[in-house]
């Protein structure tokens, strides 16, 4: 640490003597800002995240990009995520939740799809998670067509979606980006607003950075973001890949996917704690996952009883609610405007391989369905 933080130093020293030479001070330093109270940027060019935007987003110095074991899944959306902290600043390591983060962090994640008939993609919106003086605060940029710059808009207007896959497959939708107070629907634990990504688990996997692969935990705290790493890598956990059958089994790949797209709302101190429907990985009580649990919640469920009835897919209202597009069926209820089929086809299988004689008819509803 205290060679790194040297290091630092010595860096910064030269750096200020190169730009005393080349005379900087006219233009103020290029360097990320980090801006621990508002008002905000209205631009996100002024936080110095990037230093180009075509043909991909090119992070300024000291901002590293990473990726998780298994995302969110946003509309077939291409995320690009970034980390950048404050000079001599770390993240504290937890081997379960979310890392503590210092005053002054940004965690950016940029949102883009495929440009209808032309190579490339269009950056849509950028989402920035910053650690102020006041606990995390989230804003929404939204990208101009030029791509030139994006904009601070606490209520964006959704964005028309059109492009066409190599195998003919059509896309063409509406695309909601989350106003500000949304924000805090998935991102709040009692209220508190968090990071969600940046677990042990979910970061631990090798990422191609420009200078060559590496594992990300450990180019975090070669970085001097990360404090208190495990030395021993087999301590470290890490979340199976939901789309890879060699990083775990079915049940892994299921449970990791259900963790990443639901357990931020489906959790204690979550805002579907209510339901008594946790989906975080650590969860190891079936009933708890909604295995026969009837809903708390009055939703249209089609005449179904349970969450999730083992063995039967089609009869598990989880499966009628990842299926739909329709609002007040929709799971998420936000952030998502087409079906993810790739994901339902996983969690069908997991469910269909889940052993289990069956559901005891509930007491209430009185109505019970035969076979149920
Ligand atoms: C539908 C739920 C949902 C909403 C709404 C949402 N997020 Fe997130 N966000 C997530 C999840 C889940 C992750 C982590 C998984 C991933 O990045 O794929 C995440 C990740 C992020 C990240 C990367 C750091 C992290 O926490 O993992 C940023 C930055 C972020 N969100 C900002 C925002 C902002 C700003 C808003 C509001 C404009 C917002 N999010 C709205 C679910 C949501
Ligand atoms: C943005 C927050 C949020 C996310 C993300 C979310 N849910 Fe929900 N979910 C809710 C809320 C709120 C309810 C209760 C109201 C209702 O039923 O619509 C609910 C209810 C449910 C229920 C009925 C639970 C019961 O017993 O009452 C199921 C099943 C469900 N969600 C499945 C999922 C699945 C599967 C995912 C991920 C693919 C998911 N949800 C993601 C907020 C969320």
Redesign the pocket.
Known sequence: MSFRAGRAISLAFVGALLCALLACSRFGHRDVRAIVEGPYPKKLSEWRLFTAVSPALRPNRGVLPYDLNTPLFSDYASKYRFVWMPAGAAARYRGEGVFEFPVGTILAKSFAFPADGRPGERLIETRLLVHTKGGWVGLPYVWDDQQKDATLQMVPDPVTVRWTEASGRRHDFTYSIPNANECH??HDRERVMLPIGPRAANLNKTFLYPDGAANQLERWRAAGYLEGLPENAAERPRSARWDDPASGTLDQRARAY?EN??A???QPGG??GY???D?RASQKDLARL?VC?T???A?NVAGLLY?LAPGRPDAS??IY??TSVAP?IA????GRAVVHREGVELLRQWIASLPGAGCRAPSAPAAAVPGS
């Not at 799971?331 to 936000?334: N, T, Y």
């Open positions: 629907e998935c259900l797209n639901c931020h709302c489906h805002q579907a339901t008594g429907v989906f909604g649990k809903p708390n919640s939703g969450d209202i989880l609610r990842v007040k799971m998420p209820q936000l």
